[in-house]
């Protein structure tokens, strides 16, 4: 009896730990970026990647789908012949970047990344400027339109 208990304790602490950490995960996304309208940034060969600003805090959340994950799409020479994995942390730099500099701050520099999942990744970013006040206009891309 006891040895059937050990045998189902390390793949139960282990779900629990997982399934805790998800939904950690994603209580903070919700709570941090519940708010913020998506807009999107192409970069490499015409991928868009949805893009959650929240100003208040310097951090962006750049989400990819689950298409582009498995099928691919390399960023110029740097992604040739390399699985969507090996790419993935460049590709959503480079889309967090592009984002800072397509809405006028390019003397922003990104200091952090934190990866929730194959789809999500955010980046802690520091500018010259101070945190704009709520409410004041700034430059926005578009976003994805629900067609009806």
Same mark, same amino acid.
């Given at each position: 009896?006891?040895?059937t208990f050990?045998?189902?304790?390390?793949?139960?602490?282990l779900?629990? !730990?997982?399934?805790?950490? !998800? $939904?950690? !995960?994603?209580? +903070?996304?919700?709570k941090? +970026?519940?708010?913020?309208v998506?807009?999107?940034?192409?970069?490499? $060969? =015409?991928?868009? +990647?949805?893009? +959650?600003? =929240?100003r208040?805090?310097?951090? *962006?959340l *750049? *989400?990819? =789908?689950a298409?582009?994950e498995?099928?691919? $799409?390399?960023?110029?020479?740097?992604? &040739?012949?390399?699985?969507p994995?090996e790419?993935?942390?460049?590709r959503?730099?480079?889309?967090?970047?592009?984002y800072?500099?397509?809405?006028?701050? &390019?003397? $922003?520099?990104?200091?952090?990344?934190?990866?929730?999942?194959?789809?999500?990744a &955010?980046?802690?970013?520091?500018c010259?400027a101070?945190? &704009?006040?709520?409410?004041?206009k700034?430059?926005?891309?578009?976003?994805r339109?629900?067609?009806?």
């Amino acid at each position: 009896m006891a040895t059937t208990f050990r045998w189902f304790a390390l793949p139960l602490a282990l779900g629990f !730990g997982l399934t805790a950490s !998800g $939904c950690t !995960g994603f209580a +903070y996304i919700s709570k941090t +970026y519940v708010s913020q309208v998506p807009q999107v940034v192409t970069i490499g $060969c =015409n991928e868009p +990647y949805e893009i +959650y600003d =929240n100003r208040q805090k310097r951090r *962006v959340l *750049v *989400v990819s =789908n689950a298409l582009r994950e498995v099928t691919g $799409c390399d960023i110029g020479r740097l992604g &040739e012949g390399r699985s969507p994995a090996e790419t993935r942390a460049t590709r959503f730099r480079t889309a967090a970047r592009t984002y800072l500099d397509e809405t006028v701050r &390019e003397d $922003c520099t990104i200091t952090g990344e934190t990866v929730f999942s194959d789809l999500q990744a &955010e980046f802690a970013y520091t500018c010259d400027a101070p945190v &704009e006040p709520r409410g004041t206009k700034v430059p926005r891309l578009p976003g994805r339109r629900i067609q009806r």
